[in-house]
């Protein structure tokens, strides 16, 4: 077989798996985020705590067994935009045999409680500076994912119906003549900038379908928050300078691509070339600092940790909507080659050490999705533009 033959059948045995499992994981989060670990959490001082963060980790199958599978409505989204790719890529009605099922799902597991359609994650989130988030608590990080899904079917009503909830329930954090920073959720007050970049995505996406111009001026006052927070050397902290607490300088390889992918995607309505000059030098500083012998991305440039499967894909996912498809095989080809666990159709949800239990929100959605984007665009059968405007 080519190797666009192998992509999809990969991506075909990934895709069945996931249907057998009806997109139910355990997550790495599970721990702390159940009754016990919140309690424990709340009570422990915060080195102490630092050790219950990592239990899940250190003994993944203990966790997997312990605590109930859910789905999240993250994964969902997931699935479904990259069956549509591939629907897209090959004409095969077999890759959307589930779509209405799951879209159906996704409506009735919206949050209605604020504007519009919303979701957040399958169960108590307990949040980095102790904000303790119902169930389905609306995320800033988690409907533009259920919304795209829906744009992607057309659904226009209630695609864009996640953008009202972005102007109307997040808080305005920081708020000047020209730059805006929102809230992670309606509970909390964090200065995230990755929050910035979904954000601002989404307003330009309803923007595009709407024409309200209200969308692209708040979206475009977000940009200027995230641009203003990139340091020199072309990567952003995950929390924003502005930020009393917690320490601001955290740089991790997920949260670039959030923030590439976000920016990006602006561009790609805008063509302000302050944002590719912004993206470009993010992705020097990712290739130059964040790269294990061009095959592999690791988590942090200045730390020994395990190599985390949604890493990788993620950057697979950016590089390809960058439009850098050489990178994107070669670092594609690499993860599946060191990710891949013998007699399985799923994937290692990290490595160096190797944890085999296949977490589906940290991970497999995110490797389905940018194997069948990378695929799709490939084929020639669709633009960056169908998939994200």
């Not at 795209?148 to 329930?169: C, P, R, V």
Request: one cysteine or more; hydrophobic letters at 40%.
């Amino acid at each position: 077989m080519d190797y666009g033959e192998i992509m999809i059948s990969t991506i075909s045995n990934l895709k069945v798996w996931m249907d057998g499992t009806g997109l139910k994981s355990g997550d790495p989060f599970a721990l702390q985020c159940s009754d016990v670990g919140i309690r424990i959490a709340q009570l422990l001082p915060p080195r102490l705590r630092g050790a219950l963060y990592i239990m899940d980790r250190k003994f993944p199958t203990i966790a997997d067994k312990l605590f109930a599978h859910a789905v999240a409505p993250h994964s969902v989204a997931l699935y479904l935009q990259a069956t549509w790719l591939m629907y897209k890529a090959t004409g095969e009605p077999k890759w959307i045999n589930r779509r209405m099922n799951w879209s159906k799902w996704l409506v009735n597991h919206a949050n209605r409680e604020y504007n519009g359609y919303t979701w957040g994650i399958p169960f108590k989130w307990l949040m980095g500076t102790g904000v303790l988030a119902p169930e389905n608590t609306p995320m800033s990080t988690v409907t533009p994912y259920c919304s795209d899904a829906f744009y992607m079917f057309h659904e226009y009503q209630i695609a864009t119906s996640g953008a009202n909830f972005i102007l109307k329930n997040l808080k305005r954090v920081y708020d000047d003549d020209d730059k805006l920073c929102l809230s992670y959720s309606p509970l909390d007050g964090f200065m995230i900038v990755n929050v910035q970049a979904y954000c601002a995505a989404q307003l330009y996406r309803a923007y595009v379908h709407t024409g309200f111009p209200h969308y692209r001026i708040t979206a475009d006052r977000l940009i200027n928050f995230v641009l203003s927070e990139q340091n020199e050397d072309g990567s952003w902290y995950y929390w924003s300078k502005k930020a009393q607490s917690p320490v601001a300088s955290s740089i991790d390889s997920l949260h670039q691509c959030y923030i590439m992918q976000g920016l990006y995607r602006c561009y790609l309505v805008n063509k302000n070339p302050q944002i590719k000059e912004s993206v470009i030098s993010c992705m020097d500083y990712c290739n130059e600092n964040l790269m294990v012998d061009d095959v592999i991305i690791k988590k942090f440039p200045n730390q020994p940790h395990a190599r985390e499967l949604i890493d990788n894909a993620e950057m697979v996912s950016t590089k390809d909507l960058l439009g850098d498809y050489v990178g994107a095989r070669e670092l594609l080809t690499g993860v599946i080659d060191k990710f891949t666990i013998d007699n399985t159709p799923y994937f290692a949800s990290w490595i160096n050490p190797q944890n085999n239990i296949p977490y589906i929100r940290w991970g497999q959605s995110q490797l389905l999705y940018a194997m069948a984007q990378h695929v799709t665009l490939q084929s020639g059968k669709i633009t960056l533009q169908e998939i994200y405007l």
